[in-house]
């Protein structure tokens, strides 16, 4: 039968065909993870705005009489655990530790309800919620996880059945959160490679690229091009000065692995009489975590509330220099925070105090760049809590947008690193992450929530793809 007979014409037509409608198929499909990638930067600057919102109503507050924050404080943290609790299960603590959760839960009913846009939307309420309050969090961690939200949401619109791309979307939503919400778009890849994904596939997503990119895209836009810590132009040359490495990453390694090791064993639970309290009364013990909070608040005249980034910018700049209690309040109020169980993230304190760390090394080395001891003491504390050295290297260096400190910044992270692993056997957020799927996989899964399990093919590109390779 010849090339230019009827039936073969017509088979002609047909495949043609399916290949256009394969072709809008994915299209239609990138279109709207594209979508969702400019979703994700509208949602963290919003978010943003309203951190700063908060922060400027709490400074008010504190201007107006310090003694105010007794009862704000209390009051605050009590009523944020009895919302989380009540309205918004899952949206408590940092939101890293709930996307690599996810990112290994085969039960997608669960995973449907931890990254729901009720959840994100509650993360931004009460993480602002507790920001005017004063606990110490970031904002950071949770936008993370309503990054993660919306493209799973996408995700789903699109009727995904493949774990994969379900997971991908996943990956590629926390990733582009972490660009938006520092503008740090190389952050955002390497934060999705070395703390979140685990598999090459995932690493090597097409999807995770484009939505890093296009988020922080739109926070450019909306936001303007600026750095978090500003620019800097100190260098730390090779010799002496390298002393600092030396300092900033064991001083830095000790106290991260130390602040991980406090936060993992509180997760465990806390035994005898206390632990009890808490399981048993964790409204009662937000207020007296908001109580403990205040007090250190007045000990350091409101230096150890909110996010710490207005502190750590002014050490970072030489326009402030503060003692070493700084970074020991900010440290038991970050802790003291976590522990609460209210929304909120740990990435701003831990620079913060990072920073705070740096600027008390800095007198003993007085011949070193001040700005540069402080970037490497926030880089070490950094390194040290999230236990992945590239990712802390890469943020702090576009935070501050100075290649000239990069090699002197790996360093110190690496350095950090591994002496906190000596400290902290766990990194921070996988150890968070374990025992948060113990906990989330026990709760029981409304009719709603549940979802049958797929059919073996169900996407109509899978069906026409497998059409096209019939006509071959």
Known sequence: MGQNSPLHQQQRIRHLSRSARVTTTQWR??????????????????????????????????????????????????????????????????????????????????????????????????????????????????????????????????GHSNVTIKRGAILAGGAAGVSAAFNTPLAGVVFAIEELSHSFEQRTSGTMLTGVILSGVTAI????????????????????????????????????????????????????????????????????????????????????????YAQARAIIDGREHYPASFFVLKFLATVVSYCSGIP?????????????????????????TSGAVVLLGTVGFFSAVVQAPLTATVIVMEMCDNQQMTLALMATSFLAFGTSRILCKRA???????????????APVTPREATPPPPAITSAEEKLLHEIKGDK
């Open 29 to 158: 499909r990138t279109l709207v993870y594209w979508l969702g990638a400019v979703l994700v930067g509208i949602a963290a600057v919003t978010f943003a705005n309203a951190a700063d919102w908060a922060a400027r109503k709490r400074t008010l507050m504190v201007h107006w009489s310090p003694w105010v924050m007794l009862v704000v404080m209390p009051a605050g943290l009590a009523f944020s655990t009895w919302l989380t609790r009540k309205f918004f299960k899952g949206a408590q603590g940092s939101g890293i530790p709930q996307t690599i959760a996810t990112l290994h839960m085969d039960n997608f009913a669960v995973v449907n309800r931890v990254l729901s846009l009720r959840v994100a939307i509650g993360k931004i309420i009460l993480t602002t919620f507790g920001l005017f309050c004063g606990a110490s969090i970031g904002r950071e961690g949770p936008t993370v996880q309503i990054g993660a939200s919306i493209m799973h949401g996408f995700s789903r619109l699109l």
């Open 221 to 308: 836009a909306l936001m303007g091009n600026y750095t978090y810590f500003g620019h800097t132009y100190v260098d730390v040359p090779v010799g002496t000065a390298w002393i600092a490495v030396l300092a900033c990453g064991l001083i830095g390694g000790v106290t991260g692995g130390t602040f991980s090791a406090i936060l993992i064993r509180f997760s465990r639970g806390v035994p005898g009489m206390a632990g009890r309290f808490i399981s048993t009364r964790p409204i009662a013990f937000a207020a007296l975590c908001g109580l403990v909070l205040a007090i250190l608040g007045l000990m350091s005249h409101g230096m150890t509330y909110g996010t710490g």
């Open 344 to 368: 909120g993230g740990l990435f701003a304190p831990s620079l913060s105090i990072g920073a705070g760390i740096g600027g008390w090394i800095q007198q003993f080395l007085p011949h070193t």
């Open 428 to 442: 921070l957020y996988g150890a968070l992450a374990d025992r948060f799927m113990t906990t989330v996989e026990r």
